[in-house]
């Protein structure tokens, strides 16, 4: 048996999407930037995509621009924050993605801002008093907080967040790269300045992705060569992608009671399923609170197999990702689960979920994991 338990790195593209995307491939080549009948049909499919993102998530239009992904729109918000918002602090936590804590990082060795880390609570979740008081301490600055963790799948109460920046006149910027497709989100109700997102998390295709920008931020180009999304981002756009994109975030929100129902049912059936078989089994994060209920970070007993888990995993069909937390002195390891301080001679793997996964695939992933972890003679 194959079993993919890796949704949170991507999903698998929903077929609906390739159908779309090769329809505008066959029929609409194009460019959206000229200005005869061939590059206003195709201009006509980029707008649209564009509007039904924006009515997805309760915003304007023109609060919407395309980008290769996360990552870009993630450097986008937080590099224009700092050269055109003449933000000088950053306050953002030690367990954000790497395509924010390497932008950050990488701007005060610039001597461009100054990092203000939130305190983590126990389980991983950031501590909203702590955020407050350093909010009250630096007015004005950027807080960049993702809004669920990607390795431990921790939610953030954004609308809480927000409000604590709309009262300290700073800027937002949320990383949605895990969320969105996953949970709704009323752009209108949420003081968000900057959000990012990726299409391949919620079955659409990769290199394509958008930043949400609120009216009322005014920054100049990122990517600077041409016209292109309203003057914000130079280069031809990825019309293709951009048109899965909005179907794959279209069908996303059609069926996401539904599916979210049928994820959730197999995580908690497997942490239920790993409690059985193991004593020891512990869950990284707020795995039965305020979570994603697409991932679980599972931290098993010691083992001499330890280093070896993912490997024999993915020998056995099966693919999931994770690791050990980082050791003291060693860049090599997960920061987020050495933030939490998950013992390094106890292994952790995420198990991430999605819609065309079943309860036969967490039986079989289970089984493996006993035989692989338990004493031949405990399975006896």
Not at 43 to 59: F, G
Not at 294 to 320: C, H, Q, R, W
């Amino acid at each position: 048996m194959k079993v993919y338990f890796d949704n949170a790195a991507t999903t698998p593209i929903n077929k609906e999407v390739i159908y779309a995307m090769v329809k505008v491939m066959e029929e609409d080549f194009g460019n959206p930037s000229s200005t005869h009948s061939h590059g206003r049909k195709v201009k006509t499919l980029l707008e649209n995509a564009r509007k039904q993102v924006a009515s997805l998530l309760n915003c304007a239009p023109g609060e919407i621009f395309f980008t290769s992904g996360g990552t870009e729109a993630d450097n986008m918000a937080i590099r224009k924050s700092v050269e055109d918002l003449d933000v000088k602090h950053i306050i953002s936590s030690c367990i954000e993605h790497h395509a924010v804590s390497h932008t950050i990082e990488e701007l005060q060795k610039q001597g461009k801002v100054e990092i203000h880390l939130v305190d983590l609570m126990p389980d991983g979740h950031i501590n909203l008093t702590h955020l407050e008081s350093l909010l009250k301490q630096y007015p004005g600055a950027l807080v960049s907080l993702m809004h669920a963790n990607n390795e431990i799948g921790n939610l953030l109460d954004i609308d809480k967040v927000g409000n604590l920046c709309k009262e300290n006149k700073a800027y937002f910027h949320c990383d949605t790269v895990q969320t969105i497709g996953h949970y709704p989100l009323d752009l209108q109700k949420t003081n968000i300045t900057f959000l990012a997102c990726a299409a391949h998390k919620f079955n659409g295709p990769k290199g394509v992705g958008f930043i949400y920008i609120n009216n009322g931020t005014k920054i100049q180009p990122y990517i600077t060569g041409g016209a292109q999304e309203r003057n914000m981002r130079g280069g031809t756009e990825n019309v293709y992608g951009i048109v899965g994109l909005a179907k794959a975030l279209e069908l996303a929100y059609s069926n996401l009671d539904e599916e979210r129902t049928h994820i959730s049912e197999l995580k908690f059936y497997m942490m239920k399923q790993l409690q059985t078989n193991f004593e020891e089994i512990r869950f990284n994060g707020d795995a039965e609170g305020k979570c994603l209920y697409t991932v679980l970070n599972v931290n098993f007993p010691p083992s001499p197999i330890s280093e070896m888990i993912l490997f024999k995993l993915d020998i056995a069909g099966i693919s999931a990702s994770g690791g050990s937390a980082c050791s003291s002195g060693s860049n090599v390891g997960s920061h987020v689960l050495a933030a939490l301080k998950v013992p390094v001679d106890r292994p952790s793997v995420r198990f991430s979920f999605g819609k065309q996964n079943t309860k036969e695939e967490v039986d079989y992933v289970v089984g493996k994991l006993v035989e692989m972890l338990k004493p031949q003679t405990q399975q006896a």
